[in-house]
């Protein structure tokens, strides 16, 4: 028999295109990221970074090739995959009205945790927010919001994290938490796939770097020394390629 | 283009032709007059509207369960003549009426039904116009619940009020008023089926289209 | 497990709704006004119309509803919160009964506050045979809700949004809208026709039964891409 589809030991996307109407948002996507594994998806707005991350999260399905966790597709095994994922949107998904602790005891529920309150808990202390609980996430700056944010998505402990533009309006020190707590994920053999255009932040994270343009690979690479170094080369031979298009 | 479309067109072309000197001469009907041949093109037109509303009801369902794009297809072209037969048929109905019932317009069950199919077939344009990416989907639904509800407006408007000739008239016409009708009818039928062709066979090419660009592209 | 995701929905909803009260304020606020804008229309002389007050009843109830409608899945777009919901293993029907129940809670708040104002401005007695009025409301607003709730839903996504809910919700609840005008002007009789009214809320419900059944089917492949 197959095994459980919650058990997956690796995430491949094979060749993944997406397409709405004529337009392309990403067009032949190939990495593989084992357990334990952080993989960054870089590039400007538009590149179909987020496309992606909705495939990858069986929102979307791919128009051609195929994502397999461990053994089993996105397509027919959606719903049963969903319960290993977690998301960390840009839009946060979080009740403003509701406390940190309600969000997070819903969101618990929802995903049929035994208990959902002692979930709830050791959550908050992971945020570090256990004083906050009981206000309304309104009340939140922006750093404590996504890391309450952060936690909603982890509560399940899922196999598979995925996090879009995690580091929008973070100051320098709930950044650095961010990155403690992803560099934890990775030791405890979490995959995740992170979408930024900030590289100063996700410099040395990534245990594989992809470029996107225009819902294309321009480049990837294990463990990039300077993700700086890196884009400026990807830019170039963008730049030096459309400039032959046009001549030619 | 298949190959009966040419010869069916022609034929249809031609029906098209003969059915005015048809009609001129079916005999006058003693009590309405004249008016009474409206019943050629009103009877037709409102068949083919409600032949319509069922083959995009049908192929919206099955596009919304088995996802095939050709049923999406389908349905969208017979959304689009809903809304032009519709129009025929809500157009010679009051014309028809102002004569027998005195008034432009009646509520009675069977104009009243047709409006809110008509309404829900221009709902359902509008929504895969403006609804944006992913409006397929939920205009199928739309589509579903429309041909769901049929029978709901009907019960409810028939108690409501109602005043219309009833079905039973046609087939106790005598011949020579009822021939005119049904090759009318086969007419309007004709002219469905090749339009329905038509703008599916549009859909297809847009679609073919857009693949090529997307090749192209890669 | 269904029931507990339709719970855990449900109970969401009212606890974001008792915090601000800011749907209920405002579709309640709305309604009053239909109500006020149709008494301006209609009322000649100090007389309102005889059976005018069932069908301004109705309308308002409609229109208010459409109102709660569109602002409940305003606010589960505001933080894509909805399609949080979508992303949980949990069974997607079971979040629509969650939405719906919601969205009958808050459309029978608005009734009660509607009821005693539409029989005041327009001296309709409405009170006098009360539990044959519940069951008119009730399975009419379940008929309303359950189509509503769907299409809000999917159009979530959609930019036109406010303008398309109206515009798809109208044509297919017209029978929701007929039954429930009949079925409580036959209530406005002095000499009361059990059989008419029985004969309304029996085709709402059978509406409520169908449509209630089609969107739990519906929704999951119209929320997937």
Not at chain 1, 228 to 236: D, L, Q, S
Request: glycine share 8%; aromatic share 10%.
């Amino acid at each position: 028999m197959n095994p459980a589809p919650s058990d997956f030991e690796d995430l491949r996307v094979e060749d993944v295109s997406r397409h709405f109407g004529r337009r392309r948002a990403v067009s032949h996507v190939t990495f593989h990221a084992p357990r334990g594994s952080i993989v960054g998806l870089l590039g400007p707005n538009g590149a179909g970074k987020s496309t992606i991350l909705s495939m990858l999260a069986t929102l979307l399905r791919p128009s051609t090739g195929r994502i397999l966790y461990g053994q089993c597709d996105s397509v027919v095994h959606g719903a049963a995959l969903r319960g290993s994922i977690g998301v960390l949107g840009h839009d946060l998904f979080l009740y403003p009205e509701l406390t940190a602790r309600e969000n997070l005891e819903f969101f618990a529920g929802l995903y049929a945790l035994k208990q959902p309150g002692a979930s709830a808990d050791a959550a908050l202390e992971r945020a570090g927010l256990a004083h906050r609980a009981a206000d309304p996430v309104s009340s939140f700056s922006r750093g404590m919001r996504q890391r309450v944010a952060l936690e909603r998505a982890l509560i399940h402990d899922p196999r598979l994290l995925l996090l879009d533009e995690p580091f929008t309006g973070l100051d320098e020190s709930s950044a650095a938490r961010l990155l403690a707590r992803l560099d934890s994920l990775r030791k405890q053999g979490t995959i995740v796939v992170l979408a930024t255009h900030d590289l100063d932040l996700a410099e040395g994270l990534f245990d594989r770097a992809i470029f996107l343009r225009d819902g294309r690979m321009a480049s990837a690479a294990d463990r990039p020394a300077s993700l700086r170094a890196m884009y400026r080369e990807v830019m170039t031979h963008a730049h030096a390629a459309a400039a032959q298009g046009t001549e030619g | 283009m298949p190959k009966w479309f040419v010869p069916l067109a022609v034929v249809c072309a031609v029906m098209f032709a003969v059915s005015p000197v048809l009609i001129a001469n079916a005999p006058y009907e003693s009590t309405m007059g004249l008016v009474q041949k409206i019943f050629y093109v009103h009877l037709p037109s409102a068949w083919v509207f409600l032949l319509g509303a069922i083959v995009c009801g049908i192929a919206s369902a099955r596009f919304l369960f088995k996802g095939d794009p050709r049923q999406d297809r389908l349905a969208w072209a017979a959304a689009e003549l809903v809304v032009v037969f519709g129009i025929i048929t809500l157009v010679t109905g009051p014309l028809w009426a102002r004569k027998a019932w005195g008034v432009w317009w009646q509520w009675d069950v069977r104009l009243t039904s047709s409006l809110m199919g008509w309404m829900v077939s221009v709902a359902y344009l509008l929504l895969r116009q403006f609804g944006g990416p992913g409006s397929e989907k939920l205009a199928a639904g739309l589509a579903l619940f429309g041909m769901a509800n049929v029978p709901f407006i009907y019960i409810s408007v028939n108690y409501w009020r109602t005043i219309h000739p009833t079905t039973s008239v046609v087939p106790t016409l005598p011949t020579s008023f009822g021939l005119p009708l049904w090759f009318s009818a086969i007419a309007f039928l004709l002219l469905f089926v090749l339009l329905l062709r038509m703008r599916v066979r549009l859909e297809e090419q847009r679609a073919t289209l857009d693949t090529l660009y997307l090749s192209a592209d890669a | 497990m269904f029931t507990r995701i339709v719970w855990l929905v449900l109970r969401k909803d009212l606890m974001v709704e008792i915090r601000s009260l800011e749907i209920a304020y405002t579709t309640i606020f709305f309604a009053v006004s239909c109500v006020l804008v149709f008494a301006f229309a209609l009322v000649q002389e100090g007389r309102a119309p005889t059976d005018g007050a069932a069908g301004i009843l109705w309308i308002a109830i409609a229109f208010s509803g459409t109102l709660a409608l569109g602002r409940t899945f305003e606010r589960e777009r505001q933080a894509e919160t909805l399609k949080a919901l979508l992303l949980a293993p949990a069974a997607r029907p079971a979040i629509y009964v969650g939405k719906l129940l919601g969205i009958i809670g808050l459309m029978a708040v608005t009734e009660i506050v509607l009821v005693p104002l539409v029989s005041l401005f327009f001296q309709a007695p409405f009170f006098t045979r009360p539990l044959w009025l519940a069951a008119v409301l009730l399975s009419g607003t379940i008929g309303f809700a359950a189509v509503g709730t769907l299409f809000a839903a999917m159009l979530v996504r959609a930019r036109t949004r406010d303008v398309l809910l109206p515009v798809l919700l109208y044509p297919i609840t017209v029978p929701v809208i007929i039954a429930g005008v009949r079925a409580t002007a036959a209530l406005l009789q002095p000499d009361l026709d059990a059989g008419i009214i029985q004969f309304w809320v029996a085709l709402l419900v059978c509406f409520d039964v169908v449509f209630v059944t089609l969107a739990l089917w519906t929704f999951e492949p119209v929320m997937t891409d």
